[in-house]
């Protein structure tokens, strides 16, 4: 048993039974992401919030060279000190705390993705292959957890009166808003499955995955993610099939995808009111008044105000990490949300760590459109594309709230860390055979004098 290996994946001499004590804990958090409700356990701690404490056992368990190890820190430096500089403020932020306890809404989101990254890394060092399928999980989970009970709702009356709220449907969640935003962040992961499909049969059961999240996304009832999913999905399916496409397909591909937003224009609000009548009435006076005009703008307006006005007494560290406004959670803005909880750095830093996930997908779809992608490269931006899309829908909602901060991470660092570092790509580009016929033309060799 010590000596064997994953399936041809891990490396030499790795106990496979190391390996499974690391998998566990990952996708049972997976999982527990899915059912907060469920595996509440005080009310305002589940088991979501308590599994990543057993990430430590990455830490006695890692079997990469320490070399490795400190590459793969390199590669999400920025990310890294950015957080450790927010988990820094939050503590200095509990002087002014009148209920430090609730600091861990903003400890928790700080924390995760650093033992999400050990608990990962080790994994790597097992089984490389495995770190690539964590997103696909999270798939997966959504479908078990999120799709099958709203399909089984019309049979059960009991779940449907557990997993709705009205008309919206919160699952497992504590409200529908949480519950869309992880819906919107399996959406690009699901996509990108459907494009590198090879087979026609799978191709079919990817695109029947990607329905079936969107027509529970619009089941929500939540409009910015559902707005969000519609826009972003649309272009990153048009971007990633370019290079793949044969110019007469992709004239095709352009003529398709702009009849869909035609008839999504002309008809999506019958369609959203044919599915849910009150989410169709909304959407229908959001584009009659205007988005500022509509009410839940105007009462978002005074919370931000209260958020400037309370940030700016206590500019340095902010007037307490997770302190309600208003009454409620978050300023329902996260710049605003962590300026008011610890300070201006931390509104800073939030910004800026915004800026460089936005960053790492926008530099991959240029190479994967423009430039010359790696193996694997459309998958991990589909990742890159799930976690910029967690990003703008949390501007105004949830604010990175800890019930759904998982759904960033879980897409956001897999994709780093089964990037190819630049030196193999160069290798690789070095190795690779000079086309023929050569452009210009190879000397020809002298007879020895």
Not at 204 to 214: E, H, K, N, P, Y
Not at 271 to 290: N, Q
Not at 413 to 439: D, F, I, Q
């Amino acid at each position: 048993m010590t000596g064997r290996t994953v399936a041809g994946q891990g490396r030499p001499g790795r106990p496979y039974a190391y390996y499974l004590l690391l998998l566990a804990p990952l996708y049972l958090y997976v999982a527990s992401c899915w059912l907060v409700e469920p595996t509440s356990l005080t009310g305002s701690i589940s088991l979501s919030s308590l599994i990543p404490m057993a990430f430590v056992l990455g830490l006695f368990l890692m079997r990469i060279p320490r070399a490795e190890f400190v590459g793969l820190v390199k590669r999400l430096g920025v990310e890294f000190a950015l957080l450790s500089l927010m988990l820094l403020l939050c503590v200095l932020s509990l002087i002014n705390h009148e209920e430090p306890f609730r600091a861990f809404r903003i400890l928790f989101p700080c924390a995760l993705p650093l033992l999400l990254f050990v608990q990962m890394a080790a994994v790597r060092g097992y089984s490389p292959a495995a770190i690539s399928a964590v997103p696909r999980a999270f798939v997966l989970a959504a479908l078990l957890f999120s799709c099958l009970p709203l399909l089984l709702s019309s049979f059960a009356g009991g779940l449907r009166d557990m997993i709705f709220v009205t008309h919206r449907y919160k699952g497992f969640f504590e409200n529908a808003n949480q519950h869309a935003i992880m819906l919107a962040v399996a959406l690009p992961v699901a996509i990108g499955e459907l494009v590198e499909s090879r087979r026609a049969r799978s191709r079919c059961g990817w695109a029947f995955v990607v329905l079936l999240l969107f027509y529970t996304l619009v089941r929500t009832g939540t409009k910015t993610a559902l707005l969000v999913s519609l826009v972003v999905c649309w272009l990153f399916y048009i971007l990633i099939n370019l290079r793949s496409y044969s110019p007469a397909k992709r004239v095709l591909l352009f003529g398709g995808m702009m009849v869909l937003a035609l008839g999504v224009m002309l008809f999506g609000l019958q369609a959203a009111e044919a599915i849910d009548p009150t989410l169709g009435r909304k959407l229908r006076m959001i584009f009659s008044e205007g988005l500022f005009n509509y009410y839940s703008m105007e009462s978002r307006q005074v919370l931000w105000e209260e958020a400037v006005r309370d940030g700016s007494k206590h500019w340095l560290v902010g007037a307490g990490a997770g302190e309600k406004v208003g009454g409620l959670s978050h300023a329902h803005n996260l710049v605003l949300n962590y300026f008011r909880g610890i300070g201006l750095f931390g509104a800073i830093a939030i910004g800026l760590l915004c800026v460089a996930i936005v960053w790492r997908g926008a530099r991959k779809g240029y190479s994967v459109v423009l430039g010359r992608p790696a193996p694997g490269d459309r998958r991990r931006w589909a990742c890159y594309t799930a976690a910029v899309v967690y990003v703008i829908c949390n501007q105004l909602s949830d604010s990175f709230g800890p019930t759904t901060i998982a759904a960033l991470w879980l897409v956001y660092l897999p994709a780093v860390l089964s990037e190819r570092p630049a030196t193999s790509c160069a290798r690789a580009r070095r190795s690779a055979p000079s086309p023929w016929p050569p452009s210009v033309a190879a000397p020809v060799p002298q007879a020895p004098r």
